[in-house]
C-alpha cells in the first residue's frame, strides 16, 4: 500500500491496520524526517520492516530530503521514482491511498490565490499519485484507490472556507473520473468522506467551546470522530470482498452530513 498523509493520526490508523493484515506499507509525506518520525511514534514497533516513509515529492523541500536520505534522493528526484521505489522494495503497489490533509481556515474575503492553490495540492497529490502508480495497478490482483476527503465535499462544509470546500469537492468528483475509467481495467476507485476529527487537525483550527457544542448537536451518534473510526471503511475497501464497489461514496462523520 501506499499512502498519503500517512504521518497524521488519522493516515496513522490505517497503515497500522493496512499492516495488521499483512500489507506492506509505503508512507509518503512531504518529508522524509516527518515520515519517519510518524512510523517511531505512531506505528507498532513489530511491523517496522514492514513500513517505509519516504518523501512523496523530493524536490519540493529538496535541501532538507537529501540532508536527511541522500542515499534514497540522489538518484530520486521526481514523485515518479519514488512510486518505483516502492515497487523495488515491496515488488508491488496494490492500494493507493490519497490521504493527504492540512489547511488553516479562510473565509471567501481572506482566501486569495496562494491559498487557493495550496488546497487545491490535495487534488493533484492523488492525481498524480494514481497516474505514476498505474503500471503496477495494472499489475495487481486486486488493485484499489481509495481517497480520503472530508464531508466538506458534499455541501460546501460546516466552515466559511472556499478553497477548502472546492478541493474537497474536487477530489471526490476525481474518484468518480478514476471509477469510469479505471474500472474497466480492472481497478475500482472509491472515496471516504471523514467528519472533524480534532486528533487530526492543525492546533490552529481547534474547535472553541462554543463551536464544538454547536458540532456535537448536529452529529446524531452524539459524538465527535476518533481516527479508529475511518478504519472500518478502509479496510472494507482495500479487501477484495470489495471487488465490486467501485464509485462509492462511504460517509464515516457519524451523520452530520444529514444532522
Not at 500517512?6 to 490508523?13: D, M, P, T, Y
Not at 499489475?139 to 484507490?145: D, E, L, V
Not at 476529527?197 to 462554543?210: Q, R
Request: hydrophobic letters at 40%; proline letters at 4%; glycine letters at 8%.
Amino acid at each position: 500500500m501506499v499512502i498519503t498523509g500517512g504521518a497524521g493520526n488519522n493516515g496513522s490508523a490505517i497503515v497500522n491496520a493496512a499492516l495488521e493484515a499483512g500489507m506492506n506499507v509505503a508512507m509518503l509525506s512531504g518529508l522524509h524526517t516527518k515520515a519517519q518520525k510518524a512510523i517511531k511514534e505512531k506505528i507498532n514497533p513489530k511491523y517496522h520492516d514492514h513500513v517505509i516513509g519516504i518523501a512523496q515529492n523530493p524536490k519540493a523541500k529538496w535541501e532538507e530530503n537529501m540532508e536527511a536520505a541522500p542515499e534514497i534522493y540522489e538518484t530520486r528526484t521526481h514523485m515518479k521514482d519514488m512510486i518505483d521505489y516502492v515497487y523495488e522494495r515491496f515488488g508491488s503497489v496494490d492500494v493507493v491511498v490519497n490521504a493527504k490533509g492540512g489547511h488553516i481556515r479562510y473565509d471567501f474575503e481572506h482566501t486569495d490565490k496562494t491559498i487557493w492553490r495550496h488546497s487545491m495540492e490535495v487534488v493533484e497529490s492523488a492525481f498524480v499519485n494514481a497516474k505514476n502508480a498505474m503500471p503496477y495497478l495494472l499489475q495487481s490482483k486486486a488493485p484499489r484507490i481509495i481517497n480520503i476527503t472530508t464531508w466538506d465535499a458534499r455541501n460546501g462544509g460546516y466552515f466559511l472556507d472556499p478553497s477548502f470546500a472546492a478541493a474537497r469537492g474536487g477530489l471526490e468528483a476525481l474518484t468518480y473520473e478514476m471509477a469510469r475509467e479505471f474500472g474497466p481495467k480492472g481497478i475500482t476507485s472509491n472515496c471516504i468522506l471523514i467528519g472533524h476529527c480534532e486528533e487530526d487537525v492543525p492546533e490552529e483550527t481547534t474547535l472553541s467551546d462554543e463551536e464544538r457544542a454547536r458540532m456535537l448537536a448536529r452529529i446524531p451518534v452524539g459524538r465527535m470522530m476518533v481516527p479508529q473510526d475511518v478504519v472500518g471503511a478502509f479496510c472494507f475497501l482495500a479487501s477484495e470482498e470489495a471487488s465490486f464497489v467501485n464509485g462509492a461514496r462511504i460517509d464515516v462523520n457519524g451523520g452530520l452530513i444529514v444532522g
